[in-house]
T-cell receptor
Framework: GQQLNQSPQSMFIQEGEDVSMNCTSSSIFNTWLWYKQDPGEGPVLLIALYKAGELTSNGRLTAQFGITRKDSFLNISASIPSDVGIYFCAGQGQGQYGNKLVFGAGTILRVKS | SAVISQKPSRDICQRGTSLTIQCQVDSQVTMMFWYRQQPGQSLTLIATANQGSEATYESGFVIDKFPISRPNLTFSTLTVSNMSPEDSSIYLC?????????FGSGTQLSVL
């Protein structure tokens, strides 16, 4: 089946630093979504991407849909303590997988103030 | 976006019992989904809840274990039946709106 590889698994960075994480797939996706999950909460949608090459920002967050349609990255600029959480990528495929979303394993972000 | 209310937010249950989780959405939606998130893991789709028909289950999940109701376009329930400690997870309902998936706050289930 479709699989997503998300990296890194975890990051421990200094406040103010920029953060980058990415997801790669073995197959083509039509949509990439990035979520953040805080402890005890459901995932919250950060950015949605629909076209190859698309670059979208949401405040300090920037995400891109890879040209090959098999990858995406999320950047966080000038990190702050409230950026702490788990970030998930999710891709919606095509063909036999139809509308189903596939989730990456998540990137745990910790910020040192 | 959508406002999704899920309850209970958490519960501690005895093995062998069942728990029904409710999900209410503030607008009518065609597609509702139930996910499981095991401790420290990502999200796994359990089933798609279809209004007016039976739910569609993913591989590894069966209706006898996870019966789902979808009586209207704003509400769904998921029951975790005959629970065992392996069922301890976060259960999340979600809805699809305009090609985006939105989640409720989840139900943290612990089975003793």
């Amino acid at each position: 089946g479709q699989q997503l590889n998300q990296s890194p698994q975890s990051m421990f960075i200094q406040e103010g630093e920029d953060v980058s994480m990415n997801c790669t797939s073995s197959s083509i996706f039509n949509t990439w979504l990035w979520y953040k999950q805080d402890p005890g909460e459901g995932p919250v949608l950060l950015i949605a991407l629909y076209k190859a090459g698309e670059l979208t920002s949401n405040g300090r967050l920037t995400a891109q849909f890879g040209i090959t349609r098999k990858d995406s990255f999320l950047n966080i600029s000038a990190s702050i303590p409230s950026d702490v959480g788990i970030y998930f990528c999710a891709g919606q495929g095509q063909g036999q997988y139809g509308n189903k979303l596939v989730f990456g394993a998540g990137t745990i972000l910790r910020v040192k103030s | 976006s959508a406002v999704i209310s899920q309850k209970p937010s958490r519960d501690i249950c005895q093995r062998g019992t069942s728990l029904t989780i409710q999900c209410q959405v503030d607008s009518q939606v065609t597609m509702m989904f139930w996910y499981r998130q095991q401790p420290g893991q990502s999200l796994t789709l359990i089933a798609t809840a279809n209004q007016g028909s039976e739910a569609t289950y993913e591989s590894g999940f069966v209706i006898d274990k996870f019966p789902i109701s979808r009586p209207n376009l704003t509400f769904s329930t998921l029951t975790v039946s005959n629970m065992s400690p392996e069922d301890s997870s976060i259960y999340l309902c979600s809805v699809r709106l305009q090609e985006k998936l939105f989640f409720g706050s989840g139900t943290q289930l612990s089975v003793l």
